[in-house]
């Protein structure tokens, strides 16, 4: 089946308060664990969430790491204005800032020293600007983590998924949930991008029945 794009930016009000309200605490938790699994040793390292939508990763981010500070980068202004109040009310505002913006249109001074960004991949019409981007926005040599959904054979087996993984959701994160999945990528064409792009020391890794990561380290 080939990719079938969806819209970039999560902005309508009732799909970010769908999503913002999901639990997907075993997914993110998961992530974040693992990030700091692969890299156990950042010194007060300055982490860029990309696609963060309503902070729930950000927020995971700060508690698991006493040190480290947070900047999430969201171009959806719904998503931001949910992540700001969610640390804010959490009081970790001294510890993550959020920039809306897409992140093509990013740039840091200084870079930051590591990255990871959950389901923003499939979104983004371009993926091999997406990984460009990692090149600007870090040090080189920064460690990164991302994670997407893997694209099912048919519509039918997508649609299967979903009615096994979110029988009981709202009907709006369902209808973005079969979206997503018929926007992402094959283990096979993140790695014709990671080697277009040179990421040598960067891997593909099937993590599940849904989903790729990306691990390694950026130059
Ligand atoms: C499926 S959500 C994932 C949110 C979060 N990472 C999580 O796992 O809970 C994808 C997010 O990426 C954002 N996004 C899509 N394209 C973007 C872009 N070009 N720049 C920044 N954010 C983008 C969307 O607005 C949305 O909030």
Redesign the pocket.
């Known amino acids: 089946m080939k990719r079938v794009l969806e819209p ?4 309508d009000p009732e799909q ?1 308060l769908a ?1 913002a309200q999901a639990d ?1 605490e075993e ?2 938790q998961g ?1 974040v664990d693992q990030f700091f699994t692969l890299y156990p040793d950042l010194e007060n390292p300055h982490i860029v ?6 902070g ?2 950000p927020l995971r981010v700060v508690r698991r790491h006493p040190s480290c500070r947070v900047t999430g ?4 202004q719904p ?1 931001i204005t949910y992540a700001e109040q969610a640390v804010q009310k959490a009081g970790f505002h001294d510890r993550v800032q959020f920039v809306c ?6 740039t840091l001074s200084p870079p930051a020293d590591a990255m990871m ?4 991949v ?3 019409p371009n993926p091999l600007r ?1 990984w460009y981007s990692l090149k600007t926005l870090l040090k080189p040599g920064s460690p990164i983590l991302v ?1 997407d959904l893997l694209r099912p054979e048919s519509p039918e087996a997508a649609q299967a998924i979903v009615d096994e993984q979110a029988a009981d959701e709202p009907e709006r994160l369902r209808q ?1 949930f079969f979206h ?1 999945l018929m926007a992402a990528f094959t283990e096979d064409e993140v790695a014709a991008q990671l080697a277009e792009l040179n990421f040598s020391r960067c891997f593909v890794d099937v993590q599940d029945d849904r989903h790729w990561i990306v691990y390694g380290h950026v130059y």
């Open positions: 970039e930016v999560m902005d970010v999503y997907f997914e993110n992530f969430d990309l696609g963060c939508g309503p729930d990763i980068i969201d171009a959806s998503m913006q897409r992140f093509q249109d990013v960004s959950n389901s923003l499939h979104h983004v997406f994670m973005d997503s």
